[in-house]
């Protein structure tokens, strides 16, 4: 047994009873909770003190004993912290507070870690309550493993580095070890300016200050660069079109596609992998890597269609996935992979390489991870459960399907021993959501995949106010609440968009045609848009106190003016013959354009608050479309 101790000697007043209603203040409830009646702790007064000198120390790891005096009133209270590597659960820990001891006990040092995030909280419900500390004994351990957060960095935000600091301390904050950055192209590589030249990527030098700055909050920086399908920004590219599996227009599920996916049987393909992986994985000290290859609905189709026919489309997907594992591990990693094209191919799944980990990802609220968990577990395969925020082709987010769907994995993942929980935030057609709408999945995805609890949605609104906007009026976390479940109100059927996207997106295409857009009325576009507008008024109500507060109302009110188009659009089209953009009204046209153009230009003023200018004009250009569109 490894033993770690740090005792610091306080003076505290006795405060004479305290109220046992601070299970809300947990942003991850633990597992178990003892309430020690016959003692009374530390008073709020004191409390606040104690949390100013646990703030020093909670990004710390402690090797060795200190004794540390500190003269806070008349009282003693001894403070331990040490590790049980025996007896506690992996990343576990145990914390007891009595009327003069505080014992933390982590079985290593992330569990020792988890426990100071746990104390924390329960330090922010006495300062706040103006109550005691409880006393209490709390033994606790995560659900999963792994517990993360994988970010779109491609489609079209990167993030600046200051935005990804104050997001890695959330997640520290929340007891998320994992954080993804999604690759495609914007990665510095040496031999590829012209791929990345507009994209203001990622150097290395940044890459290994970001993983040092998480190794420093237990959080593991696991690269992610995708290596088969869903690589356009490569092969848009004339220099790289020879490794293209549709170098011309292919008619495939999702109709006419081209230049997306590279062709597996070409050996130059493998070699351009090879190259980034060289360069890129040395940035990084996780011993994973996600390697992607989801979305491959080019493959067979077209250079590839002789080998697919020789072979079977899944043992030719299988042997390059394979034979990227093998160089993944030449490189001294293990490689993940989505797990969402071997599923079309289940005969094969026993097949895969057992050193490879499966990232099942589902996004819909029903998504059935009851049904293709058990075919990795089954072959003996380690696997993620992967839900996502569901902020993506939405501009104000779409919060019941995402809390659906991520109560869904938590409780199939834990069931069938999932290995990790990954939480993902796509951005899909111009990443028009901000931040501020995605820290509410972002937060209950936290929480869930620690220990689920039904409790954990029902206090969601005061996490949001209390711990990420500190807002004490509770409007901010409320309004933004209220936005992300505007989309019901336009009672059309679920899909992986929401009505204001569709018509931002779907301009040109008929409303008829579409599974989600034929069943849109007036009535339904008007009451989400009274919605919208309620949530921006309590909006005005809140307060705010964040470090990013300025930028979260900003980046709210813009987004909220984006759906609101959005749903303007919705409503001419359906008043115009064959509900088509075209046959609006002109003078209707012109009414739409004169709300467009000014909504551009504030989307690229608060663009930049958080994110680089590479990807904006990628991303506003569809806007610009739109507006185009009505002028002509």
């Known amino acids: 047994m490894k033993s770690i101790f740090l005792s610091l000697l306080l003076s505290f007043t006795v405060f004479n009873g305290f109220s046992q209603d601070f299970s809300k203040y947990f942003i991850n409830p633990p597992q178990e909770i ?114 993360g957060v994988m970010l779109d960095v491609s489609r079209d935000k990167v993030p600046t580095m200051e935005t990804l600091y104050q997001l890695i301390d959330k997640l520290a904050e929340w007891k998320q070890n994992e954080l993804q950055l999604y690759i495609e192209h914007t990665f510095a590589y040496k031999n590829h300016e012209k791929v990345w030249k507009n994209a203001s990527p990622f150097t290395a030098e940044e890459i290994k200050l970001l993983d040092a700055y998480c190794r420093e909050r237990h959080i593991d920086l696991v690269p992610n660069q995708n290596s088969f399908g869903h690589m356009e920004n490569w092969l848009k590219h004339d220099e790289y079109l020879d490794l293209a599996e549709c170098p011309e227009d292919c008619e495939t599920v999702w109709g006419k596609r081209k230049r997306t996916s590279l062709n597996p049987t070409d050996p130059a393909s493998f070699e351009l992998m090879k190259s980034l992986y060289e360069e890129l994985l040395p940035n990084f000290s996780s011993k994973y890597f996600n390697i992607g290859g989801d979305e491959t609905v080019e493959l067979c189709l077209g250079k590839s269609k002789e080998e697919c026919e020789k072979l079977g489309k899944g043992h030719v997907y299988l042997n390059y996935l394979t034979k990227l594992n093998e160089e993944v591990n030449k490189q001294g990693k293990l490689a993940q992979f989505w797990g969402d094209i071997i599923l079309n191919h289940p005969e094969l799944i026993s097949e895969i390489p057992k050193n490879m980990t499966a990232v099942v990802w589902g996004y819909d609220a029903t998504y059935p991870f009851d049904e293709n968990l058990p075919k990795f577990k089954n072959a003996g395969l380690e696997f993620y459960v992967c839900p996502g925020t569901s902020t993506w082709r939405s501009e104000i987010g779409r919060n019941t399907n995402a809390f659906e769907n991520l109560k869904n994995a938590a409780i199939e993942g834990q069931k069938n021993n999932a290995k990790g929980f990954l939480n993902t ?13 995605t820290y509410a999945p972002l937060l209950l995805g936290a929480s869930y995949s620690w220990n689920y609890s039904e409790k954990s949605v029902d206090n969601l609104a005061f996490h949001l106010n209390h711990y990420v906007f500190k807002d004490e009026t509770a409007n901010t976390g409320k309004a933004i609440l209220m936005l992300g479940d505007a989309y019901l109100k336009a009672d059309i059927p679920a899909g992986n968009a929401n009505a204001f996207h569709l018509m931002l997106r779907r301009f040109k295409w008929t409303m008829k045609g579409h599974y989600q857009t034929k069943h849109l009325t007036i009535k339904g576009l008007e009451a989400a848009e009274n919605e919208i507008n309620n949530a921006l008024a309590i909006l005005d109500k809140g307060k705010p106190t964040s470090e990013d507060a300025a930028i979260v109302i900003a980046e709210t009110k813009q987004a909220a003016k984006l759906a609101l188009h959005g749903a303007h659009l919705g409503e001419a089209r359906l008043k115009a013959k064959g509900y088509a953009t075209e046959n609006i009204p002109e003078v209707e046209k012109e009414k739409l354009a004169e709300e467009l153009a000014p909504i551009i230009e504030n989307q690229k003023k608060t663009w930049l608050l958080r994110n680089r200018e590479g990807g904006l004009e990628d991303s506003t250009d569809k806007l610009k479309e739109l507006l185009e569109y009505y002028k002509n």
């Open 34 to 147: 003892t309430v020690l009646d016959s003692c009374v702790s530390l008073t709020s007064t004191n409390a606040s003190q104690l949390e100013k000198l646990l703030t020093i120390t909670t990004n710390m790891d402690f090797i060795g004993s200190m004794d540390i005096a500190e003269k806070i009133g008349f009282s003693k209270l001894h403070l331990n912290f040490s590790i049980d590597s025996l007896q506690l659960k992996p990343q576990g820990y145990r914390l007891k507070i009595t009327t003069d001891t505080l014992q933390v006990t982590g079985q290593n040092l992330a569990g020792l870690f988890y426990a100071k995030q746990t104390l924390s909280q329960l330090l922010s419900y006495a300062i706040s309550e103006g109550k005691s500390l409880p006393c209490v004994e709390i033994t606790d351990w995560p659900n999963f493993e792994r517990r």
């Open 425 to 437: 935030n796509w951005g899909d057609f111009g990443h028009f959501q901000p931040l501020s709408v």
